[in-house]
């Protein structure tokens, strides 16, 4: 039975008001204050190690913010990029081939990245190494031998290097007898030191790193093959992030200086960069012909 008019018209009221209501309640939510900054961190090293090499940073951008800073470090990089998905993050660090995948995936852009005063540039390369004791001195000597890459989705443990090998000529799924992921860059240098494996890829500075840091000796390990310069792991934030909120990460990150920053070293401030600075990862996609949505 059709109700009548007048009951419906003050239903449909209701709802309207009820409407309006939640619209004005969401617009005073989103133009609210944001006082807690999420931050994901990507796992080159060990979650507390990785919490813990970033430490300073963290408070510096809680001092300039004037905002309280979550750090949140995932077991891989696909648990950085699901919970910027999920907007359970504000603002992430990424390698860049993770980057790459959380923007196609997720609405996110690259809006920063570190710049030290060591390298004084915002670029690293990849490396294969291997025990100098091993006998291995070229790409061609790893025939045969185990290796370890890092993550499915690093740039320098996996995607760059095998790009490399197979503009070299080579198969990366013939050339090894044994090929394994070892979930961050010190295991896969600890792997080759302590010969569970023959060879990895590693980021470089995480390499010299660990030679600094006295986890590697200067000549139990040497190189055989090196990348071109990759773009160097960005900053990124959802889009969606108030403005206000953006500006002010930005230029506290802009102002942070003199503080270690994981395995880069000490600090001289990020610089601003863009999406297209990353459009030769996308290129290394295609050189391997990979589906970046397939990946997730």
Partial sequence: M????????????????????????????????QDTLT??????EDSQAM??????????????????????????????????????????????????????VADVEAFS?????????????????????SGINSVEGLKGHTFAFVDPSSASGHLFPKSGLEQAGYDPAKLFSRVVFSGSHDASLLAVANKK???????????ASAIAKGQLRQDELSVVWRSSDIPESPMVWRKDLNPAVKEK?????????????????????????????????????KVLKLDLRSMK
């Fill in 39 to 44: 931050i994901g961190l990507i796992p080159a």
């Fill in 249 to 285: 990460v930005a230029r506290a990150l802009a102002n942070i200086k003199d503080v270690p920053w994981g395995d880069q070293g000490m600090l001289n401030g990020f610089q601003p960069t863009t999406d297209a600075a990353y459009n030769v990862v996308r290129d290394t996609a």
């Fill in 113 to 133: 990245v570190a710049v030290t005063k060591k390298s004084g540039k915002s670029a690293y390369k990849s490396l294969i190494v291997v025990r100098k004791d």
């Fill in 197 to 207: 494996v023959d060879a990895a890829a590693v980021a470089d500075r995480i390499y």
């Fill in 51 to 104: 919490i813990e090499s970033s430490k300073q940073v963290i408070e510096q951008l809680q001092q300039q913010t004037g905002m309280k800073v979550k750090p949140f470090v995932a077991t891989d990089y696909n648990g950085i990029i699901e919970a910027l998905r999920a907007k359970k993050l504000d603002v992430a660090y990424l390698g860049p081939f993770s980057y790459v995948l959380a923007a196609s």
């Fill in 2 to 33: 059709k109700a009548p008019l007048r009951i419906t018209a003050r239903r449909s009221f209701t709802a309207a008001t009820a409407a309006i209501a939640l619209c004005l309640l969401g617009a005073t939510g989103a133009n609210a204050a």
